[in-house]
């Protein structure tokens, strides 16, 4: 009988046998040891390799640049010791405790139909008038480098550890409105809420108290929850959702078009803002299909009286289509990429 290991040192390179393929063998044979790739190619090609284990289910614990140097070696070897897999139930709680997320926003700008004056926006300009931007929570690992949201937020999910993460967030956020406050800055702010969050029937009155206790205007808070969120327990999203309006907090579906939400369901809720998914957005201007749903979406959504803010957006030509389609934000690196809060600071000027 076999002994399985607890770590496994896997070079891609080997005389005999490819590295990628034996992440296949190992997957398949439901290896549960630690892997570690090592490569003397790009960093590309690593993280390409752990993503391919991570597919195959299999523990990666990173990858490793050769030559290695003896502090990578330990390092390593250390965080296998200590199964600190960075996402991992005790890599985020210990995260969490030694404040290694933050947060970073992304502009979302106004091309509303017509300013206060009257007069039409110019939007050739490059002179992107802000209307609130977005928070985006990141995780700087001492020895995994940046992990984004992606990465780690289904498994906080999954593993009940979305509750210190969200109070991260929501205190945090209000804490970089306090101080652009000071400054004289006051943007709305999103942030995001995520499914088993939004059945948290205490949600709106912590997120109350926090802002009270600081001052913030509650209609410049703006909670997203994405649609699949929203329909997965219909009744205590409802009643979170309701509560958060009544306090006078905005509330935004988020990704739209993603998941199977019926339009009818979408009109009882009190959502105020409707963002379209950027996998719809990237795709206007070469998928005809794509221009027909944003269409109807808008028109929508405007009709529910809800404003719309489309994302992923890159292109001059995709900004000039939903201009004509009377879309109301835009958010997306043809503006701004997710930025630092000093730089936020410093586009809003
Ligand atoms: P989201 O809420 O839909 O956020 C928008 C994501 O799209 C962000 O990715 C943003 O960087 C990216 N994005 C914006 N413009 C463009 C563009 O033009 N092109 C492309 N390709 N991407 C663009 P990010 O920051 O990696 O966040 C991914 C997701 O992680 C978020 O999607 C959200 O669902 C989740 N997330 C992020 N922060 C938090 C958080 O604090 N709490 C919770 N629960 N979820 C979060
Ligand atoms: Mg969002
Ligand atoms: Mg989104």
């Known amino acids: 009988k076999s002994v399985m290991p607890t770590a496994i040192m896997l070079d891609l390179q080997m005389p005999d046998l490819d590295g990628v393929e034996y992440l296949r063998i190992l997957g398949e044979r439901g290896c549960t040891a630690n892997v570690i790739v090592m490569s003397g190619f790009d960093a590309r090609i690593l993280k390409t390799a752990v993503r391919l284990g991570e597919e195959r289910g299999l523990r ?52 509303g139909r017509e300013t206060e004056t009257g007069t039409k926006l110019s939007l050739a300009s490059g002179d992107w008038p802000l209307d609130s931007c977005e928070a985006l929570i990141r995780w700087r690992h001492p020895t995994g480098g940046l992990i984004m949201p992606d990465s780690f937020i289904p498994f906080a999910e999954a593993n009940e550890l979305m509750v210190p993460l969200t109070e991260f967030v929501m205190h945090a956020m209000v804490d970089q409105l306090v101080a652009w406050g000071e400054e004289g800055f006051k943007p709305s702010i ?73 339009l009818v369901q979408l009109h009882r809720m009190p959502f105020t803002e409707l963002k379209i998914d950027k996998s719809i957005i990237m795709e206007l201007g070469m998928e005809e299909d794509a221009l027909t749903i944003t269409r109807s979406i808008i028109d929508l959504a405007h009709n529910l009286g809800m404003e719309v803010c489309a994302e992923g957006v890159e292109t001059q030509a995709c900004v000039d289509i939903l201009r004509d389609l009377e879309c109301d934000i835009l958010q997306g690196y043809y503006f701004h990429k997710p930025v630092e809060a000093p730089e936020l600071r410093k586009i809003s000027k």
Do not use: W
Not at 221 to 232: D, G, K, P, Q, R
């Open 190 to 262: 999103g942030f995001n809420v995520s499914p088993k969050t939004m059945t948290d029937l205490q949600l709106p009155d912590r997120l109350a108290e926090l802002c009270d206790a600081a001052g913030i205007a509650h209609n410049r808070v703006i909670a997203e929850i994405t649609e699949t969120a929203a329909m997965t327990d219909v009744q205590r999203s409802m009643d979170t959702l309701t509560r958060l309006r009544l306090k006078g907090f905005r509330v935004a579906v988020d990704d739209f078009g993603t998941g199977y939400s019926s």
């Open 60 to 111: 990666m614990s990173g990858g490793m640049q050769k030559p290695l140097s003896m502090e990578t070696l330990k390092q390593g070897l250390n965080d296998i010791r200590r199964n600190q897999n960075p996402v991992s139930v005790p890599g985020i709680q210990l995260a969490v405790r030694e404040k290694q997320f933050y947060l970073q926003y992304q502009p979302k700008i106004r091309i």
